[in-house]
């Protein structure tokens, strides 16, 4: 779920809830992720929205077919900088190294750069979108 200014804005969960069944991350109080659908939203820690309905533990992320992550950057490999509590890093995991769901960040323009910092438990994502350049499909994936 987007929130201030990331990109995808405040419709697209709904937009894509129109379209197919839509996961939603719940924040632990260790940092890791769960996982519920999308329905009635409430404040969560940090600043979130959550959904309310019931959680479905944190592998739910290994039954989607597409994963969108938020990113402050992405560099042309995929690596990801995320905010830095590991998160998604922790999510991305749980997925297989090959096949699997594409993994896209949203991004705004000006975040899709040369090179990011990494770590060696980063994982990349399979694709960007950003409000000029569309969709960029990286040698990682093909779509």
Excluded: K
Aim: charged share 15%; glycine share 14%.
């Amino acid at each position: 779920m987007p929130i201030g200014s990331e990109p995808g804005g405040p419709g697209l969960v709904e937009a894509l809830a129109a379209q197919a069944r839509v996961l939603l991350p719940v924040l632990l109080p260790d940092g890791d992720l769960d996982w519920a659908a999308f329905s009635t939203l409430t404040a969560g820690p940090r600043g979130l929205l959550e959904p309310v309905g019931p959680r479905l533990g944190i592998s739910a992320i290994t039954t989607a077919d597409l994963v969108l992550v938020p990113g402050l950057a992405v560099d042309r490999a995929g690596l990801r900088m995320g905010r830095g509590g590991g998160s998604y890093d922790r999510a991305l995991s749980r997925l297989p190294a090959s096949g699997g769901p594409l993994v896209v960040a949203l991004l705004h323009d000006g975040e899709l750069v040369e090179s990011v910092p990494a770590e060696p438990h980063d994982r990349p994502v399979h694709a960007v979108i950003t409000p000029a350049e569309g969709l960029t499909v990286f040698a990682n994936r093909s779509v």
